[in-house]
């Protein structure tokens, strides 16, 4: 089936995966909302997607915005792709207003364990299931890991909202209800409920999210309404909810559904977006040729080529890995090569040895881009860090190591790894000639044993390893001449932590020396409010395993400032004149980086 699973680019940096939605951060600095065709149902993510089902959720959301503008700005620039938004980048506000009409859902179930009062609101006793309440009711939730009923008056005690904010929330959420529930009621459909969600924009209100889908919201025929209540037939995915329960084995729902059961599924999503646009999904026009912007038989190729069009990504990358900073010079003069050619290229730098969770990370990415790459690993001799990139990525790995002689025979750059293969020469002759008038490299001479002049002792590889450290700092200072102590301290620990050597970086220059830290505090600040909201609360999580913690955080005037209590942490770089205790503002991405409640030194030289 022709579905979109999973998005990933290494141009577009991960902001965050939900259950059916996927945000990045575009070039411009706006949010790209990737809507896939997944489907959650119980608080998890089944294995089945559902065709179509990502482009009838963005058109339905798109198609709501533009006509409830009037009522509230929204976050919708422009849309990209069937399964594409660019939206602008707004503070979420983490409650949902969930807007009522009728008494069904989990409210019901409530109502039928004696429950009467519902996030502050109280309704009748004597109801029935599916019954009308006179006018609509807004009844809050926190958007948390689990989301709870909430009083208006406990949002704003428990600092969610405030009380203006909150009243500006409730009006609006009302008045979307109104207009929705009036514009199907004239297409035979009943809006029975939804959820709003609400965002800050230079501290003014606006709609984000999604609105009036199948997934946000509960749909009844009209006409079946009117027969039987009770029995109504509901338009969203509780189709798929009821076949799940209904198949139901020692206590644990099917992970997947039947190729009939989701061909059903996507039958009623494309039903339900005809009866409310008025049209059919165009993306889901199978009978016509396919086209690079249609998408009708490759919804990845469609996209790929719209977010080519839009020019938020190129159409294809190179990735260069080198292992060393030391090696950036030479892996320059590699992009250079592709200079003109209309291609995405990156440097990063990792090391197989030291920190090969990291080529985990990148290789989730490079695995799964929507746009075809390959990766270039300059390393040394050993070629460690191109085999360990060639065993985990499903890509291309081409070993171009920075060697004097490239013309030696059998030095030339190579694929590695499983993608590995020779291949012949041009002409199908002998391999190239040394260039005319390049005197002859002399042959090797035998290995030396440990006792001739020439053989590294452990004691000479350190020294050799203290030369590199050396480099790598020397580098990071003349990149830091001009830039501000807090910013020349990040480049010390960055240089410190990949190298990983305690006091190896202490003699080389006099206004920086290593200690233990006891009781030190480091203050991270960033302008990306939400994403490093999330990164602090991993953090949190790693230092509490260590019996360290981040101690604070809060979000103040635009920025973002987390104190982190690096309490036996080994070794840190602090500048002359500084104490533990005293807080630094490290500014600047090639420090550290959290992901999945980890810790990870990671440099991003592009």
């Not at 290593?514 to 230092?543: C, D, I, M, P, S």
Request: proline letters at 6%; a neutral charge.
């Amino acid at each position: 089936m022709n579905t979109l699973t999973q998005f990933a680019s290494p141009q577009l940096p991960l902001l965050h995966r939900g259950k059916v939605r996927d945000s990045l951060r575009a070039p411009s600095g706006d949010r790209l909302i990737i809507v896939t065709d997944r489907l959650s149902a119980f608080d998890s993510v089944l294995e089945t997607a559902i065709p179509h089902k990502g482009a009838v959720l963005n058109g339905l959301a798109n198609f709501w915005f533009d006509k409830t503008q009037h009522i509230i700005p929204n976050h919708v620039l422009k849309l990209v792709d069937a399964n594409a938004m660019l939206v602008k980048e707004a503070e979420p506000i983490k409650v949902e207003m969930v807007v009522r009409q009728y008494l069904t859902g989990s409210m019901w179930r409530g109502y039928q364990a004696g429950q009467r009062t519902f996030s502050g609101v109280t309704v009748p006793d004597g109801l029935t299931k599916n019954q009308a309440f006179p006018h609509s009711i807004v009844t809050p939730t926190t958007k948390e890991e689990s989301d709870r009923e909430i009083t208006p008056e406990n949002l704003v005690s428990e600092g969610w909202v405030t009380k203006e904010l909150y009243d500006q929330m409730a009006v609006k959420s009302q008045m979307l209800f109104a207009v929705g529930s009036q514009a199907l009621a004239e297409k035979g459909i009943i809006l029975v409920d939804t959820k709003y969600e609400f965002g800050l924009l230079n501290g003014k209100l606006i709609l984000i999210d999604e609105m009036h889908t199948p997934d946000s919201s509960r749909f009844w025929s009209t006409e079946d309404y009117a027969q039987n209540p009770e029995t109504a037939e509901q338009m969203d995915k509780e189709y798929v909810r009821q076949w799940l329960i209904a198949n139901k084995k020692d206590g644990q729902y099917p992970r997947a559904l039947t190729p009939e059961v989701a061909q059903e599924a996507s039958r009623r999503y494309l039903n339900i977006y005809q009866r409310i646009t008025g049209q059919a999904l165009p993306t889901a026009e199978t009978e016509a040729a396919d086209a690079p912007h249609t998408g009708r038989h490759d919804a990845r190729a469609r996209l790929l080529a719209n977010l080519v069009q839009a020019g938020l990504v190129k159409d294809a990358w190179v990735n260069i890995v080198m292992s060393s900073p030391t090696d950036k010079e030479h892996c320059l003069k590699i992009r250079e090569q592709f200079e003109g050619y209309g291609i995405f290229t990156q440097l990063r730098v990792t090391s197989a040895h030291k920190n090969g969770e990291v080529i985990a990370d990148m290789a989730e990415i490079w695995n799964n881009s929507i746009e075809p790459g390959v990766i270039i690993a300059a390393a040394d001799l050993s070629n460690g860090l191109g085999g360990a990139l060639a065993a985990n990525v499903n890509v291309p790995v081409i070993s171009c190591p920075p060697w004097k002689d490239y013309a030696e025979p059998g030095h030339e750059p190579q694929l590695v790894g499983h993608h590995a293969q020779r291949h012949p020469q041009p002409d199908g002759g002998a391999p190239r000639q040394r260039r005319p008038g390049r005197p002859a490299r002399p042959e090797p001479a035998p290995p030396a044993r440990a006792a001739q002049p020439g053989h590294q002792s452990h004691q000479s590889q350190a020294e050799s390893r203290r030369r590199r450290a050396a480099r790598a700092v020397a580098t990071h200072r003349k990149r830091m001449e001009a830039s501000t102590p807090e910013q020349l301290v990040a480049a010390y620990i960055d240089a410190y932590n990949r190298f990983d050597v305690e006091g190896m970086l202490a003699p080389l220059h006099d206004d920086v020396e290593f200690r233990n830290v006891a009781n030190g505090e480091v203050n991270l600040t960033t302008t990306g409010k939400e994403a490093f909201r999330q990164q602090a609360e991993q953090a949190t999580q790693y230092f509490s395993e260590r019996r360290q913690h981040v101690t604070q955080w809060e979000v103040s005037n635009h920025r973002v400032e987390v104190t982190i209590d690096f309490t036996a942490v080994a070794a840190i770089a602090l500048p002359k004149g500084l104490k533990p205790g005293d807080t630094l503002h490290l500014q600047g991405k090639s420090v550290f980086r959290f992901q999945d409640g980890k810790i990870i030194f990671i440099e991003d030289i592009s």
